[in-house]
């Protein structure tokens, strides 16, 4: 995978967190630490989506005759098919 060299500017506030978050032992340097952020930020942007799509198919669905049990065991049995469950 390619790389790509980036500058960026942080308070010293910011920075020193960064540091003690490597100094924690949790990452070997700032860079994996950046790059977690990001990848952290996009599995959660990822989430949102997926949340906001399943609520415009609720809305576009309309009202129902079914009962909240009902509804619920409905979504149990898909996320036990997705393996989500």
């Known amino acids: 995978m390619a790389t790509v060299r980036k500058t960026i500017t942080l308070t010293d506030r910011q920075d020193r967190w960064v540091k003690a978050q490597v100094a ?14 990001i990848r952290r930020d996009r599995e959660r942007s990822a989430g949102y989506l997926e949340l906001e799509a399943a609520i415009r198919e609720g809305m576009d669905s309309g009202v129902s005759d079914r009962t909240v049990t009902e509804i619920m065991e409905e979504v149990e049995a898909r996320l036990r098919a997705d393996g989500r469950l």
């Open 24 to 37: 924690a032992g949790g990452f070997t340097n700032d860079s994996e630490y950046i790059r977690d952020l």
